[in-house]
């Protein structure tokens, strides 16, 4: 995986659309799996894994989950200890974001529509001949995007890997696996705890079916969470990119011709010719800003219930992996830590990759206020007035419609969570 971070060396040829870099095509294969990847909106060979019916598939199987997980709470609550009812309770909130992301993005046409109009439209590829800058900052990003990529794909290996193997380690080392038989005064240990029409707990056979299905559900819903978060910071990445270039546009806005260090500010003017190109390249710079501005606004109506849901999740999940990990010892540091880990530093980075488009639009302001408008006419000059008052407001992608995803949304959730651990923490110990 260590050449998804860009196009295959060996090529020759100029790229010429998004889906001919490793990274992307990464993405779709991943995307696929879960219905998330619009393949019949965008033209291409429509695979059986695709369709109505297979995002169908998924929705069912994502509700079967919480379904038997809930049947299993139902008839165990009484005899789970503190720490069982907060691992029974993570599950059921993670299977719980995987039937929300299904929802609300694979079921809505909105989704769909942002995904052809990055591929198609906005991704970088199609803007890099804009400059030599533009063609400096689109492979810039294709590098954040590719090793972005390889460094989400790890972590979620690793975390699914140590999730389901600590229960299959803690079995062996206490001598379950000894007897085929079926087990006596004591139960199989499983990552997922589900309510089965057989007997998956006593019964090696039975243990081996959930085995399967534990693991199934897993990778469904890491990939639901992770995968679809990867795609989102990928098209961030491409927004804060093209701010890079719209910046470098203002930052070197011409200035008159006949302008020289011992002219007073303001007293040279454009000529008829320069004002006629002033116009035209003020004209282009309206318009690449609005192009940016309809795409985040896009992706506010297309992710922003999922994304506010996500916040939801760890507002709650966050306390109780950190309840999880209190215990502190070998078992449940090897299968909650890296679950933990993973799930706070996909809430940072998320958080902290969508504040770089605030961080770059508030750029604008002062870069627009710095290009020669003393030196234009009256009606450049207005245009330039009402471009200034157009980029005041910082753009942002909302949750919801509520709340910006960003840094500070982020250090509220962090700070409550804490809050409810160390709650947590001690209605436990009591």
């Not at 190109?277 to 795409?295: G, Q, S």
């Not at 849901?309 to 209190?326: D, P, R």
């Not at 449940?332 to 770089?356: G, K, N």
């Not at 750029?363 to 450049?380: D, F, G, Q, R, T």
Request: hydrophobic letters at 45%; proline letters at 2%; charged letters at 15%.
């Amino acid at each position: 995986m260590g050449s998804l971070d860009n196009k295959d060396k060996n090529s020759n040829e100029a790229v010429t659309t998004p889906m001919d870099y490793r990274y992307m095509k990464f993405l779709r294969l991943v995307l696929r799996i879960i219905s998330g990847w619009p393949g019949k909106e965008l033209g291409e060979k429509q695979l059986l894994m695709e369709g109505r019916g297979y995002i169908m598939y998924n929705a069912t199987l994502s509700l079967l989950y919480f379904l038997l997980e809930m049947l299993y709470l139902r008839d165990h609550v009484e005899h789970l200890t503190f720490m069982e009812l907060g691992h029974n309770y993570i599950v059921l909130l993670m299977t719980l974001l995987s039937c929300s992301r299904c929802v609300t993005l694979c079921f809505a046409s909105k989704y769909p529509k942002v995904v052809i109009k990055f591929v198609e439209v906005f991704h970088l590829c199609h803007h890099r001949n804009k400059s030599e800058y533009a063609e400096s900052i689109f492979q810039r990003v294709q590098k954040m995007s590719g090793v972005f990529t390889v460094y989400l794909s790890c972590i979620t290996l690793n975390t699914l890997i140590m999730f389901n193997l600590t229960p299959v380690y803690n079995n062996y080392a206490h001598g379950k696996y000894a007897s085929m038989n079926n087990l006596e005064n004591t139960t199989y240990e499983h990552a997922i705890y589900l309510k089965f029409p057989f007997d998956a707990y006593s019964n090696f056979n039975g243990y081996m079916v959930a085995f399967t299905f534990n693991w199934y559900g897993s990778y469904l819903c890491a990939s639901s969470v992770t995968m679809l978060d990867l795609f989102l910071s990928v098209m961030v990445f491409n927004i804060w990119g093209h701010f890079k270039i719209l910046l470098n546009i203002l930052e070197t806005f011409p200035r008159p011709a006949l302008e020289n260090a011992e002219t007073d500010v303001g007293s040279v003017q454009f000529s008829e010719s320069e004002q006629a190109d002033v116009k035209a390249l003020l004209r282009e710079c309206v318009i690449y800003h609005r192009f940016i501005a309809d795409f985040a606004n896009q992706m506010s109506d297309a992710f922003g219930i999922a994304l506010f849901l996500y916040y939801m999740f760890h507002q709650v999940a966050g306390c109780l992996l950190l309840l999880e990990c209190s215990q502190m010892n070998a078992e449940a540091l090897l299968r909650y830590l890296p679950l933990t880990l993973m799930m706070f530093q996909q809430l940072i980075q998320v958080s902290i990759i969508f504040e770089t488009i605030g961080s770059e639009s508030d750029k604008l302001k002062h870069a627009v206020y710095e290009i020669p408008w003393e030196c234009m006419n009256s009606k450049n000059r207005m245009t330039a007035l009402i471009y200034l008052m157009n980029v005041q407001k910082t753009i942002h992608v909302t949750a919801g419609g509520m709340v910006d995803v960003g840094v500070t949304t982020m250090a509220s959730i962090l700070k409550t969570s804490f809050s409810y651990f160390a709650f947590l923490r001690t209605v436990g110990a009591e």
